[in-house]
């Protein structure tokens, strides 16, 4: 199995980042082959000049269509997630979510944005056509300590993201591959 990690947040470190990197720790504890992608993997000019054509972005073009899930993060700026994290959904093809499971996952200053996971990027991924988009896991920025360094979470995060990795990790297993790559 191969998973994507999609860190939204323009700043690095970050608690979103902290976040990808428990769920990759995780993952791979199970067996799962786990990709990292980060906003800084891309070329500031590419993203906002939408260059469909950017070396970075027929790369993780590549990485999606190979993969079986995406855990994408992000933190929510103005009741929304990040811009950044936009303009790049924006330049991915219509159906780049086709046939993969998707987990997002948000941070924020207070748990009042804790809706823009559910009415702003969920809406995102739909359009990108996912096949399963799951219940997301939204932190607020007091639950993740040391997220520069070792993150530390506190023990309801914790059991929220255990339990958001498990339905995760099931909903991966009983996916099935395209047609096209199964014959």
């Known amino acids: 199995m191969r998973v994507i990690t999609l860190a939204g947040s323009p ?3 970050s608690r979103s980042t902290a976040l990808l990197s428990l769920c990759q720790t995780q993952l791979e504890k ?8 980060n906003l800084h993997n891309f070329q500031p000019e590419d993203l906002l000049y939408a260059r469909f054509d950017s070396p970075a972005l027929q790369a993780l073009k590549q990485d999606l269509e190979n993969a079986d899930g ?3 993060a992000t933190p929510v700026y103005k009741a929304s997630f990040s811009g950044a994290l936009k303009t790049l959904l924006d330049l991915l093809p219509e159906r780049a979510l086709e046939h993969k499971v998707v987990l997002p996952l ?4 207070t748990v009042a944005h804790m809706l823009a996971v559910d009415y702003a990027l969920k809406p995102v991924l739909n359009a990108l056509k996912a096949q399963e988009i799951l219940h997301g896991v939204f932190a ?8 520069d360094r070792q993150p530390e979470v506190n023990q309801t995060l914790a059991a929220r993201l255990d339990e958001a990795l498990d339905t995760f990790w099931h909903a991966l297993s009983r996916r099935r ?4 790559k199964a014959v």
């Not at 199970?30 to 992608?37: A, C, F, N, Q």
């Not at 007091?142 to 997220?147: K, R, T």
Request: no cysteine.
């Open 140 to 147: 607020d920025d007091s639950q993740i300590s040391h997220y």
């Open 30 to 37: 199970r067996g799962v082959e786990v990709i990292p992608w």
């Open 177 to 180: 591959p395209p047609l096209a």
């Open 106 to 109: 948000a941070t924020g200053g």
């Open 70 to 72: 995406v855990i994408v």
């Open 11 to 13: 700043r690095y470190p």
